[in-house]
């Protein structure tokens, strides 16, 4: 028998929840990606890269095309000159990105920070570096940064913290201030930084996303990680990059190069063009992705859902303690997948320990007008 390398680990609640979708034919808002498809001069450049025969292996840190825009669109926002040759590296999603970056920190024995509720691939990646996460829980109801908590969570030991902003699954942001108290709370201590920007163009209500990349003392004990998916809403395309100054990118590119050695050629040739064409589409997308979030809050209204509008993400929180309290929120997403026909994720799989009255679910508003329409008709009918 083989012994596992991950004991504790199955399916994620993300391949469950699709599944189930697809079985019971329920409207799919629970893993995260946009039933609508990316712009279309950005997919017909994949086909005319694919004929013009950009299909061999791309160069292993990303092509200098793309990684020249990406340097570009970051000197635009966040006002950082970084090197697309030793700073920016391409990486088949951002999930390779993260785990790349783990495996170059994390030493066995060392400690990470990871805030809960948080992604799922955190903490597999550092246990496979034989690492070990301390979690430590954002403040309800609003999912801050609790700094006591972050304070008394710190140890000779810990070797890396791992910030998400904006926040999946709440939504919540990191403000500059926020950025400046954990500069002064990490900078006589040896602990760098990944922070998982993916959502970076999806802050709403006029607010700005506070990038590492505009920090200069945290960007240079930093990862910071992003995603094309996300962002061109092309997430079955898992292309990603990662950012960080050139000793960190140096043994991330290490470990990036055995892992997966380079990205798809075809898409990267297609999103460099794009980028360049459309500077204007990460401008847009906050105003694009808020009309959504609007439109299902909205009708949502007339639900018993209690809920208050997300500040950032596609994903929007929702408390059902009105409507089948008796549920835990796993039974609660079953029961709104199979009785009413609308898949949701449950938020204490992304928790360590859930506090035990949690009763959130998440939907995922990426998605057409009329599945929000349809979708919000069958909650509200609840
Ligand atoms: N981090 C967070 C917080 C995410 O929600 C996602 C989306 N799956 C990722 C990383 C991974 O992005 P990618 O699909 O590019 O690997
Ligand atoms: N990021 C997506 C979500 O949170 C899912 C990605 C995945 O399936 N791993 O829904």
């Given at each position: 028998m083989i012994t596992s390398k991950l004991p504790n680990v199955g399916t994620t609640?993300?391949?469950?929840m699709s599944q189930l979708a697809v079985e019971t034919g329920a409207l799919n808002l629970s893993q995260g990606f946009p039933d609508f498809d990316g712009p279309q001069a950005l997919r017909d450049a994949v086909a005319q890269h694919i004929s013009a025969g950009h299909n061999q292996y791309a160069p292993m840190t990303g092509l200098p095309a793309l990684r020249e825009q990406v340097a570009a669109k970051i000197a635009r926002l966040y006002g950082r000159a970084v090197s697309a040759d030793t700073e920016v590296t391409i990486t088949p999603g951002?999930?390779?990105?993260?785990?790349?970056?783990?495996?170059?920190?994390i030493q066995p024995g060392d400690e990470v920070i990871v805030f809960d509720p948080s992604y799922d691939s955190y903490e597999p990646s550092v246990e496979l570096a034989g690492g070990r996460c301390v979690h430590v829980p954002l403040a309800l109801p609003g999912f801050g940064i609790d700094w006591q908590a972050l304070s008394d969570a710190l140890s000779s030991k810990t070797r890396l913290i791992i910030i998400n902003s904006p926040h999946n699954p709440s939504g919540a942001l990191i403000?500059?201030?926020?950025?400046?108290?954990?500069?002064?709370?990490?900078?006589?201590?040896?602990?760098?930084?990944?922070?998982?920007?993916?959502y970076e163009h999806l802050v709403f209500d006029g607010a700005q996303h506070a990038s590492i990349l505009a920090h200069?003392?945290?960007?240079?004990?930093a990862f910071v990680v992003s995603s094309f998916g996300k962002t061109?809403?092309?997430?079955g395309w898992k292309t990603g990059y990662v950012v960080a100054p050139p000793a960190l990118s140096g043994e991330l590119r290490k470990i990036h190069q055995y892992v997966s050695f380079c990205g798809v050629t075809p898409l990267q040739w297609a999103l460099a063009d794009y980028m360049a064409a459309h500077p204007e589409h990460v401008t847009e997308l906050p105003g694009f992705y808020q009309a959504k979030r609007d439109l299902f809050c909205d009708l949502l209204g007339n639900s018993r859902f209690n809920f208050k509008r997300t500040p950032g993400t596609y994903?929007?929180?929702?408390d059902y303690s009105a409507i089948r309290p008796d549920l835990d929120d796993v039974a609660m997403s079953e029961w709104l997948t199979r009785e009413h026909g609308v898949a949701t994720i449950p938020v204490s799989v992304f928790y360590q320990q859930a506090p035990k009255d949690l009763r959130l679910v998440r939907f995922c508003f990426a998605k057409r007008?009329?599945?929000?329409r349809e979708a919000a008709e069958k909650l509200c009918a609840i």
């Open positions: 609640i993300f391949t469950r951002a999930t390779q990105a993260i785990f790349c970056a783990i495996q170059a920190l403000t500059r201030a926020e950025l400046d108290q954990l500069a002064a709370l990490i900078r006589d201590r040896d602990i760098y930084l990944i922070s998982d920007e993916v200069e003392e945290l960007y240079q004990r061109y809403h092309v997430t994903f929007q929180l929702a007008e009329d599945t929000l």
